[in-house]
Each structure stands twice: as C-alpha cells, then as structure tokens.
C-alpha cells in the first residue's frame, strides 16, 4: 500500500515537472517573439522603452496560431493579398513574393513569421468586413470620438476662433445625441452614427472587440492584448521595417538595425527587375482599349476582340531585351502560381481636358521609353519612418518612395484572380 502511495507522489512529482519545463520552454520562447516586437516597435516610433514584457507571454499561443493561418493566407490562391493598416503597397508585395517562394513555413526565419502573423490579421477579409462590431464597443468609439472633438473645442476656445468653435459644439451635440438614441433604441436606430459599427481592424477599439473572448479571461491577459493593440499598427510596420532592412540592408541581425535610422535607401529599378521576379503588369483601360497598343498581326487583333468583348485579357509579363519590348501574355497562358502584380497608370500628360486620342499617344510614348530604358525611369528609390495625421491622431508610418512611378497600385495574387480583379477594378 505505502508503496503505491509513493508511486502516485513520484508520477504526480514528474507530470508537474513536465508541466513546470513546458512552462518555461513557452515562457523563453515568447519572450524571443515578444523581445523582437519590442524592438520593431522601438524601431517605427525611435523609442527607448520596451512594449511588452515577461507578463505579456500569454500571447505567445496567439503569436503561433498567426504563424500557421498566414502561411495558408500567402498560400491561398483564391485570397487577393490586399494588406490593410498600410501604404506600403510594393514594398509588402515584394516581402510577400520573397515568402511565397518558401516551400514550408519552417523555412522561414522567426521575424519572417511575425510578418506572417500580421498577414493572418491584416489582410483583407470579405467575410470580416461585413462584420459589425457591438453596441457597447460602438458606443465607446462614439465617446472617443466626442472626446476628440471636445480636445479641438479646447484649442479653438484658447484661439478666439468662433467659426470652429460652432462647428465643434455642433458635433458634439449631434454625436450626443445619436448616442442617447443608440441607448433607448438598444442599438436598433444607427442614423447619424452607422460608421461607428463598422469593423475596422486598424482601429484599436475593434481590434479589442475581435479579441474580447481572449481578454476576457483575466486581467493579465486584458492588458497584454491591449498593449496589442493600441499599437497595431505601429508594430505591423516595425516588423516590414525589420524585414526590410534584413532583405535589402543587409542587416541579418535585426538588432543591429538603429532605432535611429529613419530612412532605408532601397534604389531598385524596376525595369531590371520584371526578369528577376514573378511580376505581371496590368495595363489600364485606356491601354485595353486603344488600337495603339495592339500590333498589326492577327494575335493582337484578337486579343483586342477579346478585351473588347470582356471574354478574356492579357497582360504585361517579362521583357525582351533583345527588342526592348514588353511581353504580352494571355492570363491563360501564365503559370499556374502567385505574381508580384502591378497595376499600370503611366503619365497621360499635364492637360486632363486632352482628347481621349492625344492622352492615349503620350501614354503610349512613355511606355515605349520604360521598355528602351530611356528618360526617366520608375525606382523605388527608399522606404522612411514619418510621423502623420491617420484618423485624427499622429501615428508613425512608413512611406515608400517610387520615383517617375508608371503604376497606380501593387498586390500580391494569384493568376486564377486576375480575371476577376481586371474587371472588377480596371475595364
């Protein structure tokens, strides 16, 4: 008997041994992920004091979980990679390219994956965005909001300056009294305040109500999602800071990366590049459509047939360096995988009254110099850190700089989704 006494002590003993080395294991590897958030957040805001600390480990399994669901995001072929929170349009194109190229996500590096985990958050998800958020959430939004506007009221009171200070009571008293209708309608009577319930994950008070099961576990677990965020955005781009500077700066260590340095010289010519990467260009209505872009051959006036039509399309993808011309491709024709895709809209010149014939020749005339590489040439030239006004408060950004830009906007996508998206957005 007193010997399977001591049996039972000595498995209870080992099982809470196990448990306390689980514990610890998990404990030292959040705080690798958590030590790296704290540092991309110290980069964007050129901050010296850490975010997150040993507390915030319980967001380590929501940490792996984000790892796992944008691995399948970049994966998926039927999910357009549209990332919100941004406008760093090619630059995450171009760390999306460099992911999607990994055969499994253990290939990628441990600050590779936080990328991974913003992409399970951030990118645009249809189901989501017809999502609303709740009364009492909606209600907070709106008090913010009069809070703001009362801050305002403030300055513009000190200033003497009468016509603002009518407007902002004017706010003020029609968002008070939108939200008492809130109240005694239970939600039901949104006039004047709709916009409050929309879902917007970039915005922190959503960004809580999306995670309102986890932070309701407890207080420690309220504050470590908060600091979450509160600073969303702010860590989102610390972290494509980080990976940038590892691709293009050449820094592996991302702790070797200064929280001083503001600004990332990139300097990569376009042009040399469509023969490197996977990268299609979608010309844009005007090119669709004007018989100055189709050759006299009998593809190319079939192709126009086809766009006129809207049975098919064709785009932009590699260049002849022989020739120096761009190579069209029908979408069909194109290898089943993702493309770095860029939306065209070259220079149509300064006069926007032209005719419609006299746009479509400069535009002509300035693709035909991108294809020869002469005259001023579409680079992007470097990636800064700057402060700006987002939704009524100063939020650091980063900003790219493309130079002489001939595109309008950069994605990450699959073939099978460009059909839908050309119609969608371009013709």
């Known amino acids: 008997m007193a010997k399977t006494q001591r049996n039972k002590r000595n498995r ?86 460099t992911l999607g190229k990994r055969k499994k996500l253990c290939d990628l590096n441990p600050l590779q994956k936080l990328y991974l985990f913003f992409i399970s958050y951030l990118v645009e998800d249809g189901d989501l965005s017809q999502k609303e958020v709740s009364l009492k959430h909606a209600l907070y939004k709106i008090d913010l909001r009069i809070m703001e506007k009362q801050k305002d009221l403030e300055k513009y009171t000190k200033k003497g300056d009468n016509r603002n200070i009518k407007k902002c009571i004017k706010y003020i008293e029609n968002q008070e009294k939108h939200k008492q209708q809130l109240i005694e309608s239970d939600g039901e009577n949104k006039e004047g305040v709709s916009s409050a319930f929309k879902l917007d994950v970039c915005n922190n008070v959503d960004c809580e109500y999306l995670h309102e099961y986890q932070m309701e576990k407890g207080q420690k677990y309220s504050e470590s999602y908060s600091k979450f965020c509160l600073n ?11 990976n940038m500077c590892q691709k293009f700066g050449k820094i592996q260590n991302p702790y070797k990366v200064s929280i001083n340095s503001n600004k990332l010289n990139l300097n990569l010519n376009i042009r040399k590049s469509i023969n490197q990467v996977d990268i299609v260009f979608l010309p844009d209505d005007m090119m669709y459509s004007s018989d100055l872009f189709y050759e006299n051959h009998t593809l190319d006036r079939l192709r126009k047939e086809k766009v006129k039509a809207k049975e098919s399309y064709w785009v932009y993808n590699s260049i002849n360096t ?106």
């Open 12 to 97: 209870k003993g080992k099982n809470k041994t196990k448990n306390q080395k689980r514990t610890i294991k998990n404990k030292k590897q959040a705080k690798f992920f958590l030590d790296l958030l704290n540092h991309a957040y110290k980069c964007i805001t050129s901050s010296y004091h850490d975010l997150f600390d040993k507390e915030d480990y319980l967001l380590l399994p929501y940490l792996k979980t984000g790892f796992s669901r944008g691995w399948k995001v970049l994966n998926d072929k039927n999910i357009i990679k549209e990332i919100k929170c941004n406008t760093l349009c090619m630059t995450v194109s171009i760390l999306n390219s």
């Open 322 to 427: 022989r020739t120096n011309k761009l190579i069209k491709r029908g979408i069909s024709q194109l290898e089943n995988k993702h493309y770095i895709v860029a939306h065209m809209r070259i220079d149509d010149g300064p006069d926007y009254r032209a005719p419609y014939d006299t746009k479509a020749k400069i535009i002509y005339e300035n693709l035909s110099n991108f294809e020869k590489g002469i005259g001023k040439l579409p680079i992007l030239k470097d990636i800064s850190k700057q402060i700006k006004n987002i939704g009524g408060h100063d939020k650091y950004d980063l900003q790219e700089n493309i130079e002489n830009s001939i595109t309008l906007h950069w994605l990450y996508m699959h073939r099978d989704q460009l059909v839908d998206y050309i119609r969608e957005f371009v013709v």
């Open 232 to 242: 969303i955005t702010e860590l989102f781009k610390g972290v494509v800071w980080l």
